[in-house]
């Protein structure tokens, strides 16, 4: 093998292993980083989606909506304590991304859900997904998925839960 197709082969290896910016997109203002899901154990209907959006401009923008082809419906959702407990529903007007902030959905917090799967996430799978601005408009975002009990993107699970446990809702 020359020096030459052994340099393109390993680059090539090395970029089908490791993807440049999986979990990362961009459009006008706005970028989004961090992108991950929770794989679901068979039957489940509903997945969670997280990410960090950051808006760079100098206006507010507004997610709005979104589509992905592993379900039916794309949701964005907000949690709120309501004495005591801690409740969920759809955002209607969407989510504001005020100018220079940062917003992480996050479990626990506001999130996007991915409503009647079509099939199981699958961890070390790949979710696509299009998210939906008010201003900047559409930007394609790639979803990890990782395991059942993970707390954040990078495969870190909650102290206790092993990946293999059967966990249900989000």
């Known amino acids: 093998m020359s020096k030459l197709t052994f340099v393109?082969?390993?680059?090539?290896?090395v970029s089908l292993v490791v993807p440049a910016?999986?979990?990362?997109?961009?459009?006008?203002?706005v970028?989004?980083?961090?992108a991950w899901t929770r794989a679901t154990p068979n039957g489940a209907t509903v997945g969670a989606g997280y990410m960090t959006i950051t808006n760079s401009g100098s206006t507010p923008d507004?997610?709005?909506?979104?589509?992905?082809?592993v379900s039916s419906r794309f949701e964005i959702h907000e949690m709120s304590m309501d004495?005591?407990?801690?409740?969920?529903?759809?955002?209607?007007?969407?989510l504001e991304i005020k100018?220079?902030?940062?917003?992480?959905?996050?479990?626990g917090g506001n999130h996007i859900m991915f409503v009647g799967l079509k099939q199981p996430l699958m961890q070390g799978d790949h979710v696509k997904a299009t998210l939906t601005f008010e201003k900047a408009g559409n930007v394609k975002v790639d979803f990890t998925v990782e395991g059942i009990g993970a707390r954040t993107g990078g495969g870190h699970a909650m102290p206790g839960?092993?990946?293999?446990m059967k966990m249900h809702g989000h």
């Open 99 to 107: 100018p220079g902030d940062t917003v992480a959905l996050e479990p």
């Open 8 to 13: 393109v082969a390993a680059t090539l290896a």
């Open 62 to 69: 507004r997610l709005v909506s979104g589509a992905s082809e």
């Open 83 to 94: 004495n005591g407990v801690m409740r969920m529903r759809p955002m209607a007007q969407g």
């Open 161 to 164: 839960m092993s990946g293999d």
């Open 21 to 29: 910016h999986a979990g990362e997109g961009t459009t006008g203002s």
């Open 31 to 34: 970028k989004i980083s961090a």
